[in-house]
T-cell receptor, first 115, second 115 residues
Framework: AQTVTQSQPEMSVQEAETVTLSCTYDTSENNYYLFWYKQPPSRQMILVIRQEAYKQQNATENRFSVNFQKAAKSFSLKISDSQLGDTAMYFC????????????FGKGTKLTVNP | NAGVTQTPKFQVLKTGQSMTLQCAQDMNHEYMSWYRQDPGMGLRLIHYSVGAGITDQGEVPNGYNVSRSTTEDFPLRLLSAAPSQTSVYFCASSYSSGTGGSPQHFGDGTRLSIL
């Protein structure tokens, strides 16, 4: 069974600085996908970034990038130039390849960006 | 384009009452699922469906029923509400790509309180 662990329940960062959120996972599969979702106070679940395990290159979406370490089963999210609108819960999630679309989520990290 | 629509957004029930949470998507997605979100627990999968007429249990299915008579709709039924079912419920959908890489699209959630 897949598991996803986020060891930082809460984090804070000053506006314009960089912050890294940690995520580790456990799976016996060779091919899988990893995701970071953002949940602002509005409660919406917004996809931030996606990484395919068979791709060695780290995914990047504007100010958001990941550090994917497959051997260590680590998938951290880096947010550069933090903005007040980045304040949210961030969830790491995994999904195996092969037809199952089931997402397994971590418990989340609450990020606060301070002015 | 409405995406994933959940109704109602808020609901208060008394213990023992029944109700149905509605979920509809207009993206012709094969895969649909229901999650519950509790403080400190992340999102946990209740039930999912890979297509019309096909449903299966997730991690926390007890106390909930689902059916999938059409591609568009995936209602979640609470037959006899219990205080432990107080939670925020999310419906999500995605293509069943066969590879597991399709990102899931989430509704805005239903906040359910059982008194």
């Amino acid at each position: 069974a897949q598991t996803v662990t986020q060891s930082q329940p809460e984090m804070s960062v000053q506006e314009a600085e960089t912050v890294t959120l940690s995520c580790t996972y456990d799976t016996s599969e060779n091919n899988y996908y990893l995701f970071w979702y953002k949940q602002p106070p509005s409660r919406q679940m917004i996809l931030v970034i996606r990484q395919e395990a068979y791709k060695q290159q780290n995914a990047t979406e504007n100010r958001f990038s990941v550090n994917f370490q497959k051997a260590a089963k680590s998938f951290s999210l880096k947010i550069s130039d933090s903005q007040l609108g980045d304040t949210a819960m961030y969830f790491c999630a995994s999904k195996t390849q092969g037809g199952s679309e089931k997402l397994v989520f971590g418990k989340g990290t609450k990020l606060t960006v301070n002015p | 384009n409405a995406g994933v629509t959940q109704t109602p957004k808020f609901q208060v029930l008394k213990t023992g009452q029944s109700m149905t949470l509605q979920c509809a998507q207009d993206m012709n997605h094969e895969y649909m699922s229901w999650y519950r979100q509790d403080p400190g627990m992340g999102l946990r999968l209740i039930h999912y469906s890979v297509g019309a007429g096909i449903t299966d249990q997730g991690e926390v299915p007890n106390g909930y029923n689902v059916s999938r008579s059409t591609t568009e709709d995936f209602p979640l039924r609470l037959l006899s509400a219990a205080p432990s079912q107080t939670s925020v419920y999310f419906c999500a959908s995605s293509y069943s790509s066969g590879t597991g890489g399709s990102p899931q699209h989430f509704g805005d959630g239903t906040r359910l309180s059982i008194l």
